[in-house]
């Protein structure tokens, strides 16, 4: 069966350096989402993407966050300057073109900032 | 706008015993809600979806869900409770249709006692 997948599935890092977190959405899926966990609390919404730009995003991500396809398998998220707040679960996700809005989520890199 | 909350962050059930989640939202349009679960250490996995068909919506494992709109809810249920469903169950809504955003409750750890 078709899985999103994510890689690494952990990942400890210093605050202020920046990292990009990997995913390979399902293939023939068109929309592709980002989500984080923050330990104890809602998994929340961050970004989706469509058509190779952003369709919507939330108030979390600013400036210190992008959003990438480079090369049409990959989804990426990058965070420029990482801080002890964004330590957290981060689940990509992505659904097919027709569809009622239900999204196939990967099993989530777990984003440590010390 | 949209919200969903979850009654109980933590329910512990007796193996065989009827397992009830209970989950209500709030949407500005047609709803589309969904119930994922999370096992340890793994993915949100999607459980069942509601698509404004039949009220009553059968998913994977024994689990269905029946919407109400008078009440706002859309409550889980097992009539069974087994030992490998211990995990954790998000309720989400969207305005549906592909593309759109998911919008999660608190979730719900299910605790199966022998």
């Known amino acids: 069966e078709p899985e999103v997948t994510q890689t690494p599935s952990h990942q400890v890092t210093q605050m202020g350096q920046e990292v990009i977190l990997r995913c390979v959405p399902i293939s023939n899926h068109l929309y592709f989402y980002w989500y984080r966990q923050i330990l104890g609390q809602k998994v929340e919404f961050l970004v989706s993407f469509y058509n190779n730009e952003i369709s919507e995003k939330s108030e979390i991500f600013d400036d210190q966050f992008s959003v990438e396809r480079p090369d049409g398998s990959n989804f990426t998220l990058k965070i420029r300057s990482t801080k002890l707040e964004d330590s957290a679960m981060y689940f990509c996700?992505?659904?097919?073109?027709?569809?009622?809005?239900?999204?196939?989520f990967g099993q989530g890199t777990r984003l440590t900032v010390v | 706008a949209q919200s969903v909350t979850q009654l109980g962050s933590h329910v512990s059930v007796s193996e065989g015993a009827l397992v009830l989640l209970r989950c209500n939202y709030s949407s500005s349009v047609p709803p589309y809600l969904f119930w994922y679960v999370q096992y340890p250490n793994q993915g949100l996995q999607l459980l069942l979806k509601?698509?404004?068909?039949?009220?009553l919506v059968k998913g994977i494992n024994g689990f269905e869900a029946e919407f109400k709109k008078s009440e706002t809810s859309f409550h889980l249920t097992k009539p069974s409770a087994h030992m490998s469903d211990a995990a954790e169950y998000f309720c989400a809504v969207s305005a549906g249709a592909a593309g759109n955003k998911l919008t999660f409750g608190g979730g719900t750890r299910v605790l199966v006692k022998p």
């Open positions: 996700a992505s659904s097919p073109t027709l569809g009622w809005g239900e999204a196939f």
């Open positions: 509601y698509t404004s068909a039949a009220t």
